[in-house]
């Protein structure tokens, strides 16, 4: 889901600030590694492993700057809880949706969890993202994901996509970039785009049990056009709630939050175990964003153990 940015170094008066020469050296090491990704010799994937054992080519960007250290203090990354309780709750020949797959982490992990009989549609409209998507499927021989570049939202046609370059890759979206973000070279590009709705019905998708959401802001967009399968396939709904992507687009996080309330939901969020509780609504969730998991009421005897 989001990973964050570590700010820009403060003013030079700020002592305090660098009291902390760890803090420092970390984040100049991070620098030096981001760095890479303007250079495409050097961007070359680093093999890691993630927590649940798949292969993952960390590239010279945030996500593989987290995965990398994961890796090397062979620590899970800040996912626990929620990995858990995926785990936990996806079944051999479940079917799932990893809406904002960037590059792969969440999708391997699906992937292992439902096994050859069940399937994976993962969705990734930037193109520098999605072909690192594509790499790590292959290098973990995932033959029950399906692949689709394009993005997910309210309505089938083509849209405008801010492709953020280099090592902001994961930050891309169809809106105009968050403000911790607004600096950050991009391209404004068109990519295509269809409803949940409208790619279950062309491609004769008739049950959905779980759809991870992560699309920069766009969740609420991509939820209206995703009415029918909220509707009447009932999955469970992996959501970031984060009111630094969503105010671009005009809304609120806690929208969300009342939306899936509506459509019958309650929400929880996972503890370090993978263990499910109940989530209250937050007036705003801004500037600690949350994960947070969405169960139809008619499945929570089944889901929360």
Known sequence: MTHRRTGLAPHSSDLSAFSDPVTELKRFCRGLWCARSRVSLLNAGVPCRLADGSR?????????????????????????????????????????????????????????????????????????????LKRNV?????????????????????????????????YSSRCVPAKDIEGAPRQIIEVPMITLDSYFSKHSVASCDFIKIDVEGGEKDLLKG??????????????????????????????LYDLLLAHGYAWYRSDGNGLLHPAAQKANYDPEWENLIAVPTEKRDAVIQ
Not at 78 to 105: C, H
Not at 162 to 168: A, E, G, N, V
Not at 229 to 253: H, M, N, S
Request: proline share 4%; net charge positive.
């Open 56 to 132: 993952f080519l960390a590239h010279g960007d945030i996500i593989g700057w987290n995965v990398l250290t994961s890796s090397i203090r062979r620590r899970a990354s800040y996912y626990t809880g929620e990995w858990r309780f995926v785990s936990r709750f996806l079944k051999p020949g479940m079917t799932v949706v990893d809406a904002g797959a960037n590059q792969g982490i969440y999708t391997l992990l699906l992937s292992k969890c439902v096994g050859d009989a069940g399937r994976v549609f993962a969705f990734e409209p930037a193109s520098p993202e999605f072909k690192k």
């Open 138 to 170: 292959q290098s973990n021989r995932c033959s029950n994901v399906v692949l689709e570049s394009s993005a997910l939202g309210s309505y089938d046609g083509v849209t405008e996509f801010h492709l953020c370059l280099y090592s902001r890759g994961s």
């Open 226 to 255: 995703a009415e029918k399968t909220l509707t009447q396939l009932r999955p469970l709904v992996l959501c970031e709630l984060a009111d630094i992507r969503t105010k671009p687009w005009g809304y609120f996080a806690s929208e």
